[in-house]
């Protein structure tokens, strides 16, 4: 376990729903990152926040929005997605923005 | 092409064997760090090599860095059942301060027992 936990770990959804991801990190770390992983395609960095600031959009279209309330904490809000947004979404977070990142699990996401 | 590319895409080996995966990249980095990530599951950090380093060993993984060639190499000696994984190399690009991470599409690896 790296102390970066998400939920849910599954979810399924359909093109109308809203819905929310959940990160949390209790190791004290400042910056929190969004990722996506699809099939065959590298990694793909979506959002960094850094002291609750986000500091990096990654040209993610606003159908998915996050929040930063807190440095231990970070949502990824879903509304009106598309199929092709299935994917594993990992959050990861760092001690400050140049260091080793740590993963949490993923949240395995289907859309239909 | 992106930032990080592995070779080969799929290692397939027997237990106690030794395994080599390769990683190229196009511009300057600031380090270069390898992740493993078991199936469906989060990355885990593996080791960094810094940019003015040439090699660093962390128990069974020794990790290569040729800035000249913008390559670099993982190899993890004596490979177990549970090394089977996909292995992904990372190269870190300073951008105004914020280090932003590269993942490649990563090396399969099967080690049979």
């Known amino acids: 376990e790296t102390g970066v936990t998400q939920t849910p770990r599954h979810l399924v959804m359909g093109m109308t729903n809203k819905k929310s991801l959940k990160c949390e990190q209790h190791l004290g770390h400042n910056a929190m990152y969004w990722y996506k992983q699809s099939a065959k395609k590298p990694l793909e960095l979506m959002f960094v926040?850094?002291?609750?600031?986000?500091?990096e959009n990654n040209s993610v279209p606003s159908r998915f929005s996050p929040e930063c309330p807190n440095s231990s904490h970070l949502f990824l809000h879903l509304h009106t997605l598309q199929p092709e947004d299935s994917a594993l979404y990992l959050c990861?977070?760092?001690?400050?923005?140049?260091?080793?990142?740590?993963f949490g699990p993923g949240t395995r996401l289907t859309v239909l | 092409s992106q930032q990080g590319e592995e070779d080969p895409q799929a290692l397939s080996i027997q237990e106690g064997e030794n395994a080599t995966m390769n990683c190229s990249y196009k511009?300057?980095?600031?380090?270069l760090q390898w992740y493993r990530q078991n199936s469906g599951r989060g990355l885990v950090h593996l080791i960094l090599i810094r940019s003015n380093e040439r090699e660093k060993h962390s128990g069974r993984l020794r990790v290569t860095l040729d800035t000249s060639k913008k390559s670099s190499s993982l190899l993890i000696t004596a490979s177990r059942a549970a090394d089977t994984a996909s292995y992904f190399c990372a190269t870190a690009l300073m951008n105004t301060g914020f280090q932003k991470l590269v993942f490649g599409t990563g090396t399969r690896l099967l080690v049979s027992p």
């Open positions: 926040y850094n002291f609750k600031e986000q500091t």
């Open positions: 511009t300057s980095i600031n380090n």
């Open positions: 990861a977070s760092s001690p400050e923005r140049t260091d080793t990142q740590y």
